[in-house]
């Protein structure tokens, strides 16, 4: 279980029960408890350097979320939700929720859900169609669910809602606890993948592969849906033969079941001008993701693989799934 440094907390946070439950379970474990006025203005926070920023991972923020607008998807939802938390303690180095948040993307938990489920709720019901709603597009719910019991508390109050379904990505295995849920098929789970040397040196502090994949068999056969997203690719020096291990790796360990139906997304990395100013203090020993050989702006202070390089990366990733998951629908790939 993770246990802060120290927490920062709005008043406001008081006024709720999860927030109550929280403030209590850190003081008796005498962690220190810091009052501000604001979630997203933390001054001491953001005049650290860019060195610090996996001490920054270590703190924790509870806060009340203000902003509930639905964001219109074309994907795999019909809108991404604003929902419990932001931000996350692990330390993708090339996490994009850096690009919002800077170095601030320590993890953000907002203790209003009622008000926010009670949203999707509303909108679901309202709907001609039976809505997708994006729920995990600003943090890992999983790892949040650890802290919290959010997902849970969810599953448990939207499972009897006349529509809706929610989704939400992970690249946690800690799935146990909501594998015993009655979620009446309103759920689908997409967990992340990449080969097992990039898990390890660039998603740091998350599961392992052998471990996400453990918990994607468990999941159905628990009866949820489910996604698998192969994502970001990252193009690394020998990346054909690290996403070859990881597709027949994939195609070898999930069970038949999983196969069966399971659906995936194929999302290239984009990288920033952000991202290389906190890695190259935060992280000087890890591999450098920006390759000026391969990689063009995009957009301000951005940067994607190349056009030749992407569509070439593209046609390989595409024949390695005609091979081992031809009968599995790719959604996209972008």
């Not at 979320?65 to 993708?92: E, Q």
């Not at 849920?181 to 993948?193: A, E």
């Amino acid at each position: 279980m993770f246990l802060p440094k120290a927490v920062y907390y709005e008043k406001e946070s008081e006024n709720y029960e999860l927030g109550k439950k929280l403030l209590e379970k850190y003081k008796e474990k005498e962690i220190k408890c810091i009052q501000i006025e604001n979630h997203n203005n933390i001054e001491e926070m953001r005049k650290k350097a860019n060195s610090e920023f996996p001490q920054m991972k270590q703190n924790l923020i509870i806060g009340v979320r203000k902003t509930h607008k639905f964001v219109p998807n074309h994907k795999t939802s019909d809108f991404l939700v604003p929902y419990t938390s932001s931000g996350c303690i692990a330390m993708c180095l090339y996490c994009y929720l850096v690009c919002n948040y800077n170095k601030c993307a320590y993890l953000r938990l907002f203790v209003n859900r009622e008000q926010m489920l009670n949203k999707i709720k509303k909108v679901a019901n309202e709907s001609y169609k039976n809505l997708i709603f994006e729920i995990g597009s600003n943090s890992d719910l999983i790892l949040e669910n650890t802290i919290t019991e959010n997902l849970n508390w969810t599953i448990e109050n939207f499972k009897d809602n006349k529509k809706g379904l929610l989704t939400f990505p992970t690249k946690f295995d800690m799935v146990d606890s909501i594998l015993p849920l009655n979620h009446k098929g309103k759920v689908i789970v997409r967990m992340s993948v990449n080969p097992k040397q990039i898990v390890r040196s660039i998603e740091i502090g998350t599961s392992p592969l052998e471990n996400r994949v453990k918990a994607i068999n468990k999941l159905k056969e628990a009866g949820y849906k489910l996604g698998i997203l192969i994502a970001p690719v990252i193009l690394v020096e020998n990346w054909k033969e690290q996403y070859t291990e990881l597709i027949k790796y994939l195609a070898e360990n999930l069970t038949m079941q999983v196969k069966k139906d399971v659906f995936f997304e194929i999302i290239f990395m984009t990288y920033s001008y952000v991202h290389r100013m906190i890695n190259q203090e935060a992280f000087p020993q890890t591999i450098n993701l920006y390759n000026k050989e391969i990689m063009t702006g995009r957009g301000k202070g951005k940067y994607t693989y190349n056009k030749q390089i992407r569509q070439e990366a593209e046609i390989f990733l595409k024949d390695l799934m005609k091979k081992y998951f031809s009968n599995n629908e790719i959604k996209y790939i972008v």
